[in-house]
């Protein structure tokens, strides 16, 4: 028996919020796994097509130099990498959307704390992810993208930069967490595991 981890449920997305500039949230540590090379040259794609969009890296790790390094070759003005965040709640009240491109990943919390927000969620097809959005992820909130696909990233990003489709996929993460992974599904559910087991 799996019992997903619940999360706290905030007030419902009730408008569509306009952006002139997307504001892309993506966090982790600076590893291989979590496939920040990929945003990076996503972030390139995006710059040489000019789609308004401002990517936030927040995190640190062994890659940061290298990742660094990557931006500044590419002279990219639209990704800037900063330091661990002491509340990330505040930077996904100001953010338009969360990217996750890893290429591995367990059941993500931060996944479920950027929907808390209300923040359409762009995903590799990792076991956490699927487990999240299942087969059908708009519907629940997310984009899911290949893994090591910066094309794909890129696309995604300039699909929600269009207000209603953003607002679409912002209700529907919401939703998901309420339906699904609310603290009351989760006490109801460790409570039915405790009456059966008895």
Same mark, same amino acid.
């Given at each position: 028996?799996? !019992? #997903?981890?619940?999360? /706290?449920?905030?007030? $419902?997305?009730?408008?569509?919020?306009?952006?002139?500039? %997307?504001? @892309?949230?993506?966090?982790?540590?600076?590893?291989?796994?979590?496939?920040?090379?990929?945003?990076?040259?996503?972030?390139?794609?995006?710059?040489?097509?000019?789609?308004?969009?401002?990517?936030?890296?927040?995190?640190?790790?062994?890659?940061?130099?290298?990742?660094?390094?990557?931006?500044?070759?590419?002279?990219?003005?639209?990704?800037?990498?900063?330091?661990?965040?002491?509340?990330?709640?505040?930077?996904?009240?100001?953010?338009?959307?969360?990217? !996750? #491109?890893?290429?591995? /990943?367990?059941?993500? $919390?931060?996944?479920?704390?950027?929907?808390?927000?209300? %923040?359409? @969620?762009?995903?590799?097809?990792?076991?956490?992810?699927?487990?999240?959005?299942?087969?059908?992820?708009?519907?629940?909130?997310?984009?899911?993208?290949?893994?090591?696909?910066?094309?794909?990233?890129?696309?995604?990003?300039?699909?929600?930069?269009?207000?209603?489709?953003?607002?679409?996929?912002?209700?529907?993460?919401?939703?998901?967490?309420?339906?699904?992974?609310?603290?009351?599904?989760?006490?109801?559910?460790?409570?039915?595991?405790?009456?059966?087991?008895?």
């Amino acid at each position: 028996i799996v !019992i #997903p981890h619940g999360f /706290e449920q905030p007030p $419902l997305v009730s408008s569509i919020k306009k952006s002139k500039v %997307l504001k @892309v949230v993506s966090a982790g540590r600076f590893v291989a796994k979590k496939g920040f090379y990929d945003l990076i040259k996503a972030a390139d794609r995006l710059q040489k097509d000019n789609i308004p969009a401002q990517i936030e890296l927040f995190g640190s790790g062994p890659l940061e130099a290298e990742l660094r390094e990557q931006i500044n070759d590419l002279n990219l003005k639209n990704i800037q990498l900063i330091g661990w965040t002491e509340n990330l709640h505040d930077e996904f009240r100001e953010a338009d959307v969360f990217c !996750i #491109p890893s290429l591995e /990943e367990p059941f993500g $919390l931060i996944i479920g704390e950027a929907m808390m927000s209300g %923040l359409p @969620v762009i995903t590799t097809k990792t076991d956490g992810a699927i487990e999240i959005f299942g087969t059908n992820p708009e519907k629940k909130g997310g984009i899911y993208i290949d893994f090591s696909s910066p094309d794909q990233i890129k696309n995604a990003i300039q699909v929600i930069c269009n207000d209603e489709k953003r607002y679409l996929l912002a209700k529907n993460a919401q939703d998901n967490i309420h339906t699904n992974f609310s603290l009351e599904i989760l006490s109801r559910k460790l409570r039915d595991l405790f009456e059966n087991a008895a």
